[in-house]
């Protein structure tokens, strides 16, 4: 309840890496009227810690991935992929079939959530989407368990080119931020 923003987002940080169920009903409270830019998706954490056990709460973060600021959108769909709330799948396919900031988010999310039924969606993207939405939909489709070692490769490649060419530092953030998210669920490769 402080009103400082760094509170806050301590408090809510704490409560990601140590739920407790009990607050669900004060953290959902919270939700509705936090607007602090680096509080809120503190918060959101905090709830996507508490949604696996908690369908209402669940429920509020895939809403929550459909509405608001893009920005906020961005983390509540990173919590969801981080996460693996399945519930959220058909939410996240819908976003990543739009063009915008929170396609590359709403694709690999698809991925660490790690629902197969999402892998139809991501092969259309590979298919139809631009060139730097395709280090998202590798590393999406690797997180699924799908052609692991050829879309890494591809990604290594992406990485290496796009740091030797100035000029392709989108291609080069996709393709680190697929290859960490990769390395992040224990890939070794």
């Given amino acids: 309840d402080s009103p400082n923003d760094r509170l806050r987002e301590v408090g809510y940080g704490y409560f990601e890496h140590n739920p407790s169920p009990a607050l669900a009903t004060r953290l959902m409270q919270a939700l509705a009227t936090e607007t602090g830019e680096f509080v809120r998706p503190s918060l959101v954490r905090a709830l996507a810690a508490l949604a696996g056990a908690n369908p209402q709460v669940r429920d509020a973060l895939v809403a929550d991935a459909g509405r608001g600021v893009d920005y906020f959108r961005s983390s509540v769909i990173e919590a969801l992929g981080d996460y693996r709330i399945a519930a959220a799948t058909p939410r996240l396919v819908a976003i990543a079939k739009l063009e915008g900031p929170l396609q590359d988010d709403a694709v690999l999310a698809l991925g660490k959530i790690g629902?197969?039924?999402?892998?139809?969606?991501?092969?259309?993207?590979?298919?139809?989407?631009?060139?730097?939405?395709?280090?998202?939909?590798?590393?999406?489709?690797?997180l699924i368990?799908?052609?692991?070692?050829?879309h890494l490769g591809f990604l290594q490649k992406t990485l290496g080119f796009a740091e030797d060419h100035p000029g392709y530092q989108e291609l080069l953030r996709g393709a680190a931020a697929g290859l960490g998210a990769i390395g992040a669920r224990g890939n070794e490769e």
């Fill in 115 to 142: 629902d197969k039924a999402a892998l139809t969606a991501l092969a259309e993207l590979q298919r139809s989407g631009d060139q730097v939405l395709q280090t998202s939909v590798a590393a999406g489709i690797c």
């Fill in 145 to 150: 368990g799908q052609n692991c070692s050829s």
